[in-house]
């Protein structure tokens, strides 16, 4: 996640340093299983971490502060096609150069970009949830199915070690979701000339823009317009 790998990990490095320097004899070599039990050492410790040892802070009337430790970064690219008597697009390629710190475990960091790449795709293309009375099951609100999500994901890790993540570690939970439907968007634009500004980006929108007619919007009611 964005945060528990960072605050959670913290915290189990912390218990495992505590744990050690029990064990630790005076000649740098640690104590087995038994010997521990034999002298009494506890063999269980509760790791604790904070963020106040980043010296985070509140952000101001802008959004302007540093209100967590550890950030996430990334830069996506996406390849589509169009078909210009349908509207349909299909994504061909997504990439995603990702800047998470030191890679601790490639499997499970695989997984979340891939299934968050894929959340990206069904969100620019085809996840609608204005209608409530009728988007009200998985099928009716778009979710993507396995041939709408290219074969083609690449990912790029760009090791930047965190001074305050485990092992230089970030998170990464939320980054693969903060803006693929954007980078899709914008190639559907450099592929046509079409600009969506309001997701979906369904056949419909885009053939209406293929053909110089005013592209759907929803006009949502302001409920504040200090927003």
């Known amino acids: ?53 980043a010296n985070c802070t509140a952000c101001d009337e802008k959004g302007q502060g540093s209100p967590f430790a550890v950030y996430m970064y990334g830069v ?22 990702a800047d998470v710190g030191e890679v601790v475990n490639r499997t499970v960091l695989d997984g979340q970009i891939y299934g968050g790449l894929a959340q990206g795709i069904g969100l620019a293309l085809s996840e609608d949830f204005e209608d409530l009375k009728k988007h009200t099951s998985m099928a009716a609100c778009g979710i993507p199915y396995i041939k709408d999500i290219p074969d083609d994901l690449e990912i790029i890790y760009v090791n930047n070690k965190r001074k305050h993540g485990p ?20 190639a559907i634009y ?13 056949p419909e929108k885009v053939l209406a823009g293929l053909q110089g007619r005013e592209i759907p919007v929803v006009r949502r009611p302001i409920k504040n317009p200090a927003y």
């Open 1 to 53: 996640g964005s945060r528990s790998q960072v605050v959670v990990g913290n915290a189990v490095v912390n218990a495992c340093e505590q744990l050690l320097n029990a064990l630790r004899k005076a000649d740098g070599t640690y104590m087995t299983y038994d010997e521990a039990l034999a002298k009494g050492i506890p063999l269980k410790y509760s790791g604790k971490w904070s963020t106040a040892v």
């Open 167 to 186: 092992f230089g570690a970030a998170g990464v939970g939320e980054l693969p979701l903060t803006s693929p439907h954007a980078a899709i968007c914008n």
């Open 190 to 202: 450099n592929a046509c000339g079409v600009r969506i500004t309001q997701l979906p980006a369904t």
């Open 76 to 97: 996506f690219l996406a390849e589509v096609e169009v078909d210009t008597t349908t509207g349909k697009v299909r994504v061909v390629k997504m990439t995603l150069a």
